[in-house]
């Protein structure tokens, strides 16, 4: 998804004069949750992603727009009612498609399931990058199964303050991880106020950026770095 790569927000600070990157100093002391629950053995799994804070669920669309850096972005969420058999493990498909300046720049498939515990696992992504509306790479994708990527938990079953999770463990391609901040606080964006969120920063080790992201109960994500979500059908 849009998190794996180095964001250009307001809140993103890269490599500190002792050599030491956001990321890191983010990371430290934290105790990360074992993502073995999302292994690919550890089934059964279910394509009913019920998770309070990220709901996933077929014909469910989210839009969320704001500035990126010096343009205007726009990401639309889309659950398609489509599945793919990643390491041996049928998975929900979801669309992400990106504009900057209402110019399209990117679009992936993410690959997500449900574990027994209620964590949200994700096995990867299909990205397809644009430059002038011309197919011009697919930096960033990943698969549970190759060059050593396994799943991540993306939203864990039974969030807490302070807990650390790895979002993605592909190694040198995307490794991003979250720290729980706050859960349970009211919070409004143009798209409605909601009673119920969740706050993470998302961490980025290899770019060496934090980046805050919030979710909504019942909604799934609602602020993403300087995007704020401006609809929600579901």
Not at 118 to 134: A, I, L, N, P, R
Request: with cysteine; aromatic share 6%; charged share 20%.
């Amino acid at each position: 998804m849009r998190s794996w790569r180095i964001a250009t927000g307001a809140l993103v600070v890269f490599v500190t004069a002792c050599g030491v990157t956001a990321a890191e100093k983010a990371l430290e002391g934290a105790t990360m949750l074992d993502v073995s629950v999302c292994d690919p053995g550890r089934g059964p799994f279910t394509l009913e992603i019920t998770n309070p804070y990220l709901p996933l669920l077929p014909g469910q669309q989210s839009v969320l727009e704001g500035p990126d850096g010096s343009r205007m972005g726009r990401v639309q969420i889309t659950v398609l009612d489509e599945t793919e058999v990643v390491a041996g493990v049928e998975t929900r498909v979801v669309e992400e498609r990106e504009w900057l300046d209402g110019n399209l720049v990117e679009v992936s498939r993410n690959y997500f399931v449900q574990a027994g515990d209620g964590s949200v696992c994700y096995y990867g992504e299909e990205v397809d990058d644009y430059k002038d509306g011309e197919l011009s790479g697919h930096a960033g994708a990943w698969r549970v199964g190759e060059r050593d990527a396994l799943p991540g938990i993306l939203m864990p079953g039974a969030p807490a303050v302070g807990m650390a999770h790895a979002q993605e463990v592909a190694p040198g391609v995307a490794e991003d991880a979250a720290i729980i901040m706050e859960i349970g606080v009211p919070y409004t964006v143009p798209g409605g106020t909601f009673d119920d969120t969740l706050a993470t920063q998302d961490v980025d080790p290899l770019g060496g950026g934090v980046d805050p992201k919030r979710y909504a109960r019942g909604v799934g994500l609602i602020v993403d770095e300087q995007l704020v979500l401006t609809s929600f059908t579901g």
